[in-house]
């Protein structure tokens, strides 16, 4: 008989409610394999001072090491997974600090190896990708009959705050700080760690794994400045190609400083995560520029297919691994977006092609849901801990 498993999620805010989101897939998924699970909402829990609080527990689970200053507080440790959804550097003061019996899973494959060099307290690491959607689409609207052709959903972080940042960084770091954001905006599809450490040999400047750790983490903004100057270019690249583009999400007023033409552009505001699952059912195309995953994926492609919305997205080892070009997915280069145009117009044009491709990722991505992601974890957990 199979053992049947107590499992305790931890689940914190989050921006548009996503990770909120994963927490209750995941917990519904759990429960589905017949296990036990009970959620602590950090938003209104107040009984910190219980430090057998986890006891009872087979298995702590929280996103992005949500939690792991209570459970390092407490006498009884059960296992815990951290399952990671930013880069790890973004997360350096959880990390160093996590004590325990702790495994921590990362949606890229570049992320465990950093973990595995900079953190050698923790025991254990693996690759695990994000989930997309659980069961039924929302809702099901023919191909031709969508309100929106091209969506985007995603944040436009405040550039007037993200150079505040490295202007005091630079101060007590510079050239470094200066030829690290050279290099990152001139080449926006280059790892971070390589560019920092190329910038550093270069330099004739000598870094421990624990000074490199501590640096990479107070250049974090770096990566927000790449994003802003990404984010922005493929906007304003298809609006010139005479594209129109529907956006979901904060900070994208910023904008009207770099597009001239703003008939063909529609800022929405921001949008919860439930609420983006029903506009990509109501959408043709989704335009996705991915966070810093070179070897991993993002929720939105395998979110997007599942609610039958055509993704295309930058490319990723492991996404080219699952998804065929042109055929259930649309890769892209920033540095190439005539090809992008291109895929689109063809796609607008041919409501056949159109609903060929969406039903192909829909079954490639077929395995890609918190459920497929719930079995996965209790599989290697089952191998650490018997």
């Known amino acids: ?5 107590q ?9 548009y409610n996503a990770v909120r989101s994963f927490c209750d897939e995941l917990q519904r998924a759990f429960c589905s394999l017949g296990h036990l699970v009970t959620m602590l909402d950090l938003t209104s829990f107040t009984g910190t001072e219980n430090t057998e609080l986890f006891k009872d527990y087979n298995m702590i689970f929280s996103f992005d090491l949500i939690g792991i200053e209570l459970f390092n507080s ?5 296992f815990f997974w951290g399952f990671l959804i930013d880069p790890p550097n973004y997360l350096n003061e959880r990390i160093k ?15 465990v190896s950093y973990i595995d060099k900079y ?48 202007d005091s960084l630079k101060k007590d770091f510079d050239p470094l700080i200066s030829e690290v954001i050279d290099h990152a905006i001139q080449y926006p599809a280059a790892d971070l760690n390589m560019i920092v450490t190329e910038v550093i040999n270069n330099s004739g400047t000598e870094f421990d ?7 990479m983490y107070l250049i974090r903004g770096v990566d927000a400045l790449r994003r802003f100057h990404k984010r922005c270019s493929i906007i304003k690249k298809l609006i010139e190609s005479g594209i129109s583009v529907d956006i979901w999400g904060n900070g994208w007023n910023q904008l009207t400083n770099y597009i001239n033409n703003m008939s063909l552009l529609k ?10 699952k029903y506009i990509m059912c109501n959408s043709k195309i989704l335009v996705n520029d991915m966070p810093p995953y070179y070897e991993g994926s993002h929720e939105r492609v395998f979110a997007a297919m599942q609610c039958g919305c055509i993704v295309a997205t930058d490319r990723s080892t492991y996404l080219e691994e699952c998804f065929k070009d042109k055929e259930d997915i649309i890769f892209y280069d920033h540095d190439e977006p005539d090809r992008l145009f291109s ?5 607008l044009n041919d409501n056949i092609a159109a609903q060929h491709m969406i039903d192909n990722a829909y079954a490639s991505s077929a395995l890609h849901t918190w459920s497929s992601r719930a079995a996965s974890i209790l599989d290697i957990y089952n191998m650490i801990q018997c």
């Open 1 to 5: 008989m199979e053992r049947i498993y």
């Open 7 to 15: 499992i305790l999620i931890i689940k914190g805010s989050a921006q």
């Open 74 to 78: 407490m006498s009884v440790k059960p």
């Open 97 to 111: 600090k996590a004590d325990g019996n702790i495994m921590v899973s990362c949606i890229d494959n570049r992320h």
């Open 119 to 166: 953190y050698k307290n923790i025991p254990w690491t693996c690759f695990m990708p994000h989930g997309g959607i659980t069961g039924e689409i929302p809702v099901s609207i023919p191909y031709g009959d969508r309100r929106y052709e091209i969506v985007f959903f995603g944040s436009l972080s405040d550039i007037n705050e993200i150079n505040s940042v490295l």
């Open 209 to 215: 794994d624990d000074m490199f750790r501590e640096f």
């Open 267 to 276: 800022i929405h505001g921001s949008v919860s995560y439930e609420e983006a």
């Open 343 to 347: 895929a689109i117009n063809m796609l």
